[in-house]
């Protein structure tokens, strides 16, 4: 921590900031820790931009469950794609930060954070900026200890006394984790019900408890990484927590559900299946017949060749 700050005093610029990357050193594994977050970037975006394209092409999923969907897959190609990008850029080439970019990714991360809750998230993103530009910054190094920017810790580094964003902060996960317990205990036990109604034994009732305990263990990962970087942030111990757990549980936030989601919602539908199996089919289909038509015209080009070659080579007499 000593070096960074140093670092952080001596060599980065007014108006930057360093954060907290994983895998920098040594710089053997930067290659590995690079490809495997490109790795996991790729799968997500290609998971939910194609449900997204499959839903808004496809006239048999508009209806509101799949609406729903292809806004879930947005959500989380939107906040994949302003983590992931910038953390695979800090372990590759450079790990400071400017104010611009930093509040930028904090608006998005936060609006993402809120969307898997309430859909009021952009007024509340919102109220989290304007709370931080209402601050005089900076008076400790341009440090920060997590991998991407989040509210409370540029507050951390301020001037002024940051109660008001700590209150706000707290309200707001106490709001987040009260509603979404009740919603949550509301849903499953409908879900129980009606499974238990209809026979536990039934092909259905088991598809349905296989989705709901693994939307159950993601969304529980979800809310302890949110948790941990919001208790963590307002304890005083923090420094003594281990960079790589405290980089781990960061990462699960913006990782897991866009990689998750796209499986649990999207797949496991028979509809989305045989949508997928149709489009496929559909995408082969035009791709043979696209291929055979350039392999046609090639082979027409060959044989007028060919016989304008023959009709202007002299014929030899005899």
């Not at 729903?68 to 590759?92: C, K």
């Not at 993601?218 to 923090?238: K, P, Q, Y």
Request: charged share 10%.
């Amino acid at each position: 921590m000593n070096h960074e700050t140093t670092f952080a005093n001596q060599s980065l610029p007014p108006g930057m900031f360093l954060l907290k990357t994983m895998f920098r050193e040594p710089s053997s594994v930067r290659l590995l820790a690079f490809c495997t977050f490109l790795l996991i970037y790729i799968i997500a975006f290609v998971g939910n931009f194609m449900l997204i394209v499959l839903i808004v092409w496809e006239k048999q999923l508009h209806k509101p469950v799949y609406i729903f969907l292809a806004n879930l897959a947005a959500t989380d190609l939107m906040g994949t794609s302003a983590a992931l990008p910038r953390v695979m850029y800090n372990i590759l080439i450079n790990n400071s930060i400017t104010f611009p970019a930093c509040f930028t990714q904090m608006l998005f991360l936060a609006n993402i954070v809120n969307v898997n809750v309430i859909m009021i998230s952009y007024f509340l993103s919102l109220v989290q900026v304007i709370l931080l530009l209402r601050l005089h910054f900076i008076c400790k190094p341009n440090v920060l200890p997590n991998a991407i920017c989040i509210n409370l810790a540029i507050a951390n580094l301020a001037c002024e006394d940051v109660t008001i964003n700590n209150l706000y902060g707290s309200v707001f996960i106490v709001m987040m984790f009260g509603t979404l317990t009740v919603v949550a205990i509301f849903t499953y036990s409908f879900i129980l019900r009606e499974c238990l109604r209809g026979g536990s034994h039934s092909e259905k009732s088991k598809k349905a408890l296989q989705t709901c305990l693994t939307h159950f263990m993601v969304l529980c990962f979800f809310l302890v990484s949110v948790l941990f970087i919001a208790i963590s942030l307002r304890t005083a111990n923090s420094k003594h927590i281990s960079p790589f757990v405290r980089v781990v549980l960061d990462s699960v936030s913006y990782v897991l559900p866009p990689i998750s989601n796209p499986i649990i919602y999207g797949l496991r539908m028979s509809k989305i299946r045989h949508t997928i199996r149709h489009t496929v089919a559909q995408l082969a289909l035009y791709s043979a017949v696209l291929a055979l038509q350039l392999l046609t015209h090639r082979w027409n080009r060959v044989a007028q060749a060919l016989t304008l070659y023959t009709r202007k080579r002299p014929i030899k007499a005899a």
